[in-house]
T-cell receptor, first 112, second 115 residues
Framework: AQSVTQLDSQVPVFEEAPVELRCNYS??????LFWYVQYPNQGLQLLLK??????LVKGINGFEAEFNKSQTSFHLRKPSVHISDTAEYFC??????????FGTGTSLTVIP | DTEVTQTPKHLVMGMTNKKSLKCEQH?????MYWYKQKAKKPPELMFV???????INESVPSRFSPECPNSSLLNLHLHALQPEDSALYLC??????????????FGPGTRLTVL
């Protein structure tokens, strides 16, 4: 069975500070990894995805993530956050059959 | 067009009402999904359609009835719902259900309130 763990349910950070949102997964097979963002009262929007190749993946809005196979992690980072980054962030794993397993989400609050 | 649209945006219904949620995409995707999302929780998969055929039903109560009239449209028919069914209902699509590398494109959701 697949599982995705987002240890931090809430992350407050000051504007222009860096942030890291953690994601760990468990899987005995090859996985594909995604980060989605959900702004209030909206659907989910893809930030970035790791399929293969370079372990450092760059996404939209200045976000990037690093795939670490040995630590089964896919942490999301941004060097300088903006107020507009306040949102819910979901890590997801896709395995055979394109079924997504979502983490429980991390609520990022950017403080002015 | 890389958009998934959903109507209505908001829906309030009584427990005896019958209503439908609609989802549409014009990206040529052959897999479409319904998710239910409670506040501050991740989306929970309800149904998956692949090439207009129901391929996954995650033990959803029969008061929820999905329908896929064609490759671009997905409906969710609602009947005799309970207050605990109040949630954000998200539709998503992807190119092919069997391609694990596919991202899923999400619509904005329908906020459903059952009184």
């Amino acid at each position: 069975a697949q599982s995705v763990t987002q240890l931090d349910s809430q992350v407050p950070v000051f504007e222009e500070a860096p942030v890291e949102l953690r994601c760990n997964y468990s899987s005995s097979v090859s996985v594909y990894l995604f980060w989605y963002v959900q702004y209030p009262n909206q659907g989910l929007q893809l930030l970035l995805k790791y399929l293969s190749g370079s372990t450092l993946v760059k996404g939209i809005n200045g976000f990037e993530a690093e795939f670490n196979k040995s630590q089964t992690s896919f942490h999301l980072r941004k060097p300088s956050v903006h107020i507009s980054d306040t949102a819910e962030y979901f890590c997801a794993v896709s395995v055979t059959g394109n079924q997504f397993y979502f983490g429980t989400g991390t609520s990022l609050t950017v403080i002015p | 067009d890389t958009e998934v649209t959903q109507t209505p945006k908001h829906l309030v219904m009584g427990m005896t009402n019958k209503k439908s949620l609609k989802c549409e995409q014009h990206m040529g995707h052959r897999a479409m999904y319904w998710y239910k999302q409670k506040a501050k929780k991740p989306p929970e998969l309800m149904f998956v359609y692949s090439y207009e055929k129901l391929s996954i039903n995650e033990s959803v109560p029969s008061r929820f009835s999905p329908e896929c009239p064609n490759s671009s449209l997905l409906n969710l028919h609602l009947h005799a719902l309970q207050p605990e069914d109040s949630a954000l209902y998200l539709c998503a699509s992807s190119q092919d259900r069997l391609l694990s590398t596919d991202e899923q494109f999400f619509g904005p959701g329908t906020r459903l309130t059952v009184l």
